[in-house]
């Protein structure tokens, strides 16, 4: 075993929604690599108030930001790694104000170069498991592209069907974390297509310098996926009469979710979240982000649940 030393991770050069990591080595174990990084989950960091006003919980999608900040840390990279996909995502215990996460991963090069499966397991400062992930991250290729189940959604004018003050009362989330502008499609039990446009002015964007090259200022992946994750709760709200003001809906896991391009400020993506099933109070979707034409991510299984506050508050 190589000796490695931990470091204190900076603010990220590039466009993020917060540190989502505060330290983070990297070793050779056995002939292969492993990373190690901490986060310790606090309500001062930017976006996190609006997860769960009154409720500090760190979004399940900040562990998959944190995965990306680390890797670009340990390696110092020239470009920036981007998440590419995740392969698998399971989110086993709430991340509450005051928990130290720990993520340990092992490693696996990609024969492409500058790329990584990351296969990790997170825990609490008491041992409790919170999450398991398995992902790709590493710098973009011009070749990276998908291929979408669907064609793209075909435009929709006039009023949209839920707009700001119709989204606020369905999400229990708020300003910087609603990242859902407008729903323009819904048929409950079955569909939504909602819009998110990007705008300069977000958080996200705050601490980088100028005279960076544009693509530093690609939409956080993360907050991408967190935003169709939204227009899926919303879905399930239109749906059902679960929620409620003692209702959290939760990220429960991730199947086969890939990325390809990106949106910068000035664009929108627009989210396209089909209902598969409702299994014990379960919800199944999948579905596609779009940004004009252009599909930029796809997933193939995304799992929610409604857990009541008591219970996610009481949460060891």
């Known amino acids: 075993m190589s000796a490695a030393t931990v470091t204190a991770v900076g603010q990220p050069p590039f466009a993020a929604p917060l540190r989502a990591v505060d330290t983070a080595e990297l070793r050779e174990v056995d002939g292969g690599l492993r990373l190690r990084a901490t986060k310790l989950v606090t309500v001062d960091d930017p976006y996190m108030a609006g997860h769960f ?11 998959l ?17 981007e998440l590419l996909e995740v392969r698998s995502a399971r989110l086993l215990a709430p991340m509450l104000g005051g928990d130290l996460i720990t993520l340990d991963a092992g490693l696996e090069p990609q ?8 296969d990790a397991r997170c825990t609490s ?10 992902v790709l991250v590493g710098t973009v290729a011009e070749t990276d592209f998908l ?23 369905l999400l229990p989330v708020r300003h910087p974390m609603l990242l859902v502008d407008r729903v323009v499609e819904v048929e409950p039990g079955r569909r939504i297509s909602a819009v998110k446009a990007v705008a ?47 209702g959290v809906l939760m990220l429960a896991a991730i199947r ?19 209902l598969e099933q409702m299994v014990s109070g379960n ?31 009481a949460a060891p």
């Open 53 to 63: 006003p009154g409720l500090t919980m760190l979004p399940a999608v900040f562990l």
């Open 65 to 81: 930001e944190g995965v990306r900040q680390a890797v670009a840390h340990v390696f110092d990279l020239s470009e920036p790694p």
């Open 111 to 118: 024969p492409e170069g500058n790329r990584w499966v990351v």
């Open 125 to 134: 400062q008491d041992g409790t498991a919170v999450a398991k992930l398995k």
């Open 147 to 169: 291929i979408a189940p669907t064609p793209p959604p075909e435009p929709v004018d006039g009023e949209p069907l839920f707009d700001h003050a119709g989204i606020r009362e």
């Open 200 to 246: 300069g002015s977000e958080p996200c964007y705050q601490e980088l310098p100028d005279g960076l090259p544009g693509a530093r200022y690609d939409y956080p992946r993360s907050l991408a996926f967190e935003s169709f994750g939204q227009s899926a709760a919303m879905l399930w709200l239109a749906s059902t009469s679960l929620g409620g003001p003692d």
């Open 256 to 274: 086969g979710c890939r990325f390809a391009g990106g949106v910068r400020p000035g664009e929108s993506m627009r989210h396209v979240v089909r």
């Open 283 to 313: 919800a199944f979707l999948s579905g596609e982000v779009w940004a004009g034409q252009r599909c930029i991510a796809v997933v193939d299984t995304l799992i929610a649940v409604n857990r009541p506050r008591s219970v996610v508050q």
